[in-house]
């Protein structure tokens, strides 16, 4: 079975704290891309990031970090000094390769006060 | 930057009507989808086109649901007896297909309401 499972349905952080979102993929392929949107509560879904299976390097771009860990089935995604802008839900997602579709979690609801 | 665009941002339609929902893509973007979100779920696939055909589609996208790029830059989604169940956020994307470059770009949605 091809699937994405984000475990946390919600988290509330207080402004400049860290925060890692969790996600968990399942699929038998050896070829798949991963992928981070942002859907901030104007309702869109943002591309944040894809992740080749081939390419287990880290990125960090800016206040966000992606650790992708095949061993683990992982791609969890930080962010570092969250600020209320940041407040919005978001989806991991999979693709295997073969398939056209994006295989989406069910979010992550992030709230960042001030 | 170029991105894509949806019409309606808002639909309401009475059960059992026709409904068509439309998209303009990313315009050197070669593959297309739909997707749907209901209220607080999970966004799910519906159908993806290129080439002027469907390329996927699942299962909820039974003979109710049609596709069609009617033109070199229009993409619609067609529900042709609408139900209650329908009620959702309709998202249209586009990737370019180059090899490696999956990212699908979203557009800002549909939401229709079934009544």
């Known amino acids: 079975a091809q699937k994405v499972t984000q475990a946390q349905t919600e988290i509330s952080v207080v402004e400049k704290e860290d925060v890692t979102l969790d996600c968990v993929y399942e699929?038998?392929?050896?070829?798949?891309?991963l992928f981070w949107y942002k859907q901030p509560p104007s309702g869109e879904l943002v591309f944040l990031i894809r992740?080749?299976?081939?390419?287990?390097q880290n990125e960090i771009s800016g206040r966000y970090s992606w650790n992708f860990q095949k061993s683990t089935s992982s791609f969890n995604f930080t962010i570092t000094a969250s600020q209320v802008v940041d407040s919005a839900v978001y989806f991991c997602?999979?693709?295997?390769?073969?398939?056209?579709?994006?295989?989406f979690g069910t979010g992550t609801r992030l709230q960042v006060f001030p | 930057e170029p991105e894509v665009t949806q019409t309606p941002s808002h639909q309401v339609t009475q059960m059992g009507q026709e409904v068509i929902l439309r998209c303009v893509p990313i315009s050197n973007h070669l593959y297309f989808y739909w997707y749907r979100q209901i209220l607080g779920q999970k966004v799910e696939f519906l159908v993806s086109f290129y080439n002027n055909e469907i390329s996927e589609k699942s299962e909820i996208f039974d003979d109710q649901f049609s596709v069609e790029r009617p033109d070199g830059s229009n993409f619609t989604l067609k529900i042709r007896s609408t139900k209650l169940e329908d009620s959702a956020m309709y998202f249209c994307a586009s990737t370019s297909g180059d090899w490696g470059s999956y990212e699908q770009y979203f557009g800002p949605g549909t939401r229709l309401t079934v009544t």
């Open positions: 699929t038998r392929d050896t070829t798949y891309y």
């Open positions: 992740r080749n299976s081939f390419d287990e």
């Open positions: 997602a999979l693709k295997p390769l073969g398939t056209d579709k994006l295989i």
